[in-house]
């Protein structure tokens, strides 16, 4: 045992909204940062999805842990039980979610106020907010009176550049159709400009939407590189001379990562990016990258770049050692860890931390079946269990019910004595109360159970019932004001309007005054 206290390994578990540890999301927000701080010795890191069997394990015992846009309200006694026991959590803010465009899939998921109010209550509720950007800190730092911005960070390897095609420069993009208004901005000006040269190729990974803007370039002047892994990716980009990086002036986009300019960067690409949101942070005009305002301003860049090699050389020289000093992962592992280090000494008051033992449940969980462990970092990669539920829930938004029903029993008889698989099937079970009852026999204190069990049995009009289960999830956290909410939208349908009218006061009152403030 270490005589010092801040010598104390550390167990730092990271839980993700994402449904894949494949995303992009994950991997610049969980995994990067994971495998920096575990570099670090005696510190002990766990990736993993929010959809996994080990969740709550996971939860509970960590030293230190990290939500990254989770929204769930069974976190809210979770959390409740850590501060108890001096276990600092930390919340992470990784969009605007108050600006996520409709065409997007999460979009209608934060139009609903509640979801909205609960992703905000989280942030608000634990030690810490944490951020990606200082354009979300701004607009979402008054959450949470602690709060730090840790930017997308790279594991950067040997700079391995293939030959190019004999006189010609390279340009190229690659991105999903998230950002398919950004390079259709673009496109028509780009495909024009190409055709006006006979000493540039344009190099795409990307979809057929995508694809198909530039349908009227020859195939003797584009190379398309097939969408795959992370990897995948830096192969694709390890090839381009100059890196495209269009980004659309929205409220969203303004809160974007600048990683697709550092990807450039890190590969020897120079990065010529929009001069929205997060580049003018991190791009030096002429330096490390250049800046462009409009599809002219562009082309006027491209131009210059392609007939001066030797600007192009220094730059992405330049670019590349800007990565190497203020982008890596291993050197902000170290002050992200001395962060949460310092959280911990707050949560115990100055007195013995209570942590021990990391080394043990690291051990432990390495036996796991789809752990992956990498020196002291350690992912819980998905198995058949979580790739069922997963299945189950795009099923189920894709109206496909039976087979949802199927993916949730197959999950439920693997893991029988998990919850999720009877929460999330409620909604296709031929009998959602008998399911939700079955998803609380296994976790008592799951608040979205009882709530779900709640607007089952009013549907159902077992009014009583309804209200009784209301009434069991304001009990396990009597701080949440949604209980009220369904509470008084019960009564009113019982015809009790004045006592719904002060359950509804009662929920607005619980909402903190930092949220309600904006």
Known sequence: MPDNPKDLPLLIAQIDYSLDEEAGDFYYRTFVPGVGMAYWDGIYVV?????????????????????????DADLLPVVRDRKRRGKPTIFELADDI?????????????????????????????????????????????????????????LLGPLEKPKTTEGKTLVGWGGSTGHYRDIANISDRLMRWI???????????????IWRLFENLPDSRKRRFPVGSINDYYRFVSHLDIGLAPLEDTPFNRSRSDIKAVEYAAHGAVPVAQAVGPYPLCIRHGE?????????????????????????????????????????????????TEFYRGLIAGACGGGIPPIGGAADLFAELCGCAGAIQTGRH?????????????????????????????????AAGLEPLQY????????????PIDTLKKALERNPHSLESYIQL?????SNGMQMGALENFEAAAAIFPEYELPYIESAYCLREMGLESEATVLLKKAVDLIPEAIRRK
């Not at 909205?116 to 701004?138: E, G, I, S, V």
């Not at 109206?399 to 993916?407: F, L």
């Open 420 to 431: 999720k698989p009877y929460l999330l099937g409620a909604a296709v079970s031929g009998n």
């Open 98 to 154: 108050e600006a996520i465009p409709e065409s997007s899939e999460a979009s209608a998921f934060y139009q609903q106020s509640k979801n909205l109010l609960l992703l905000k209550r989280l942030a608000h509720y634990c030690d810490a907010l944490q951020f990606c950007t200082p354009m979300l800190q701004n607009k979402y730092g008054y959450l949470n009176s602690g709060t730090r911005v840790f930017p997308n960070q790279m």
């Open 454 to 458: 709640g607007k089952a049995c009013l």
């Open 288 to 336: 490390t990258g250049f800046l462009f305002d409009t599809p002219d301003d562009l082309i006027a860049t491209l131009d210059y770049l392609v007939s001066n090699a030797s600007v192009r050389a220094r730059v992405s020289i330049s670019a590349r050692e800007y990565v190497l000093r203020y982008r890596n992962a291993i050197q902000h592992g170290k002050s992200k």
């Open 195 to 209: 055709m006006a040269r006979d000493d540039v190729d344009l190099c795409l990974m990307c979809n057929d939407k």
């Open 378 to 410: 350690l992912l819980l990669s998905r198995t058949r269990y979580e790739l069922l539920l997963q299945a189950g829930e795009l099923a189920s938004s894709g109206g496909e019910y039976e087979k949802a029903r199927n993916r949730f029993e197959e």
């Open 47 to 71: 990736n993993l999805v929010s959809l996994h069997r080990y969740r709550h394990r996971v939860m509970q015992d960590a030293d230190i842990l990290v939500l990254n846009n989770i929204c």
